[in-house]
């Protein structure tokens, strides 16, 4: 099923899936034939967007590929994180992840995020510790599809002893946390990902998200892969924090 199809399908039919952060008036315009056609642009210049999400219609930053350094403060232990973020055009996009889990280990923890049945900007994270690298990225590669294309999925690895982290949100961008970066910067250019400090992302302006029943079904099916167990979850909390 396509973007529009999931997003239409939503919509009116008032699914708990649907996500929107935040839109206005845009929302006003669903029935309207333009904002049917903006929806239906996946392709900006040499930039694939995934299913998951769209910018909205007054957008005013186009999607990119590149990333651009940021730091993170850590408010409990007042340390400074150094960040990369990055957008990768679909064709790029999930092997590039796999390529970046790969850098973490041998054994890595687990962060499954799901906003599926939650309101607005509300997620649920799920948690699983030491699991080997290539079961893991074996077991990710059969839910493709979901991660990709689920505007309610998010995944974060993560290797406590580093300590480094691979966050693959819910917008399907790239967020790389901890030191050194170089080995992923690396990765990330030798993918066609280059740095652009000035970029912008989908996340800084008005966007859509969408889901549907059968990723919310893929994604149950995916926790219970990876063995983590429905109650060991927590409301609303960042996925993967680490204690830099």
């Not at 007054?58 to 990119?64: G, I």
């Not at 030191?179 to 400090?197: D, H, I, M």
Request: with cysteine; charged share 20%.
């Amino acid at each position: 099923m396509g973007f529009l199809q999931q997003f239409f399908q939503n919509v009116f039919q008032q699914s708990p899936a649907f996500q929107h952060s935040p839109l206005s008036d845009n929302l006003r315009q669903l029935q309207s034939q333009q904002f049917h056609a903006h929806l239906g642009i996946d392709t900006y210049g040499d930039f694939r967007l995934t299913d998951a999400v769209r910018p909205g219609m007054n957008a005013k930053v186009p999607p990119t590929q590149g990333y651009r350094h940021e730091v993170y403060q850590d408010e409990e232990s007042g340390s400074s994180v150094p960040v990369i973020m990055a957008a990768a055009s679909r064709d790029v996009l999930f092997p590039l992840f796999m390529q970046l889990v790969q850098r973490l280990g041998e054994t890595v923890d687990v962060v499954l995020e799901s906003s599926h049945n939650h309101e607005a900007n509300g997620h649920v994270d799920y948690y699983r510790e030491q699991i080997d690298t290539p079961v893991l990225i074996s077991t990710l590669w059969d839910y493709e599809d979901l991660l990709i294309n689920d505007g309610c999925t998010g995944i974060a690895v993560l290797n406590p002893n580093t300590p480094q982290e691979i966050q693959f949100d819910e917008h399907k961008l790239l967020i790389m946390y901890g030191s050194p970066l170089e080995p992923f910067e690396f990765l990330l250019e030798n993918n066609g990902v280059f740095c652009n400090e000035e970029m912008g992302f989908i996340t800084e302006a008005d966007h859509v998200h969408t889901s549907s029943e059968d990723y919310r079904d893929q994604f149950e099916q995916l926790r219970t892969q990876l063995g983590i167990d429905a109650d060991f979850g927590s409301a609303n909390q960042p996925p993967g924090e680490l204690n830099f």
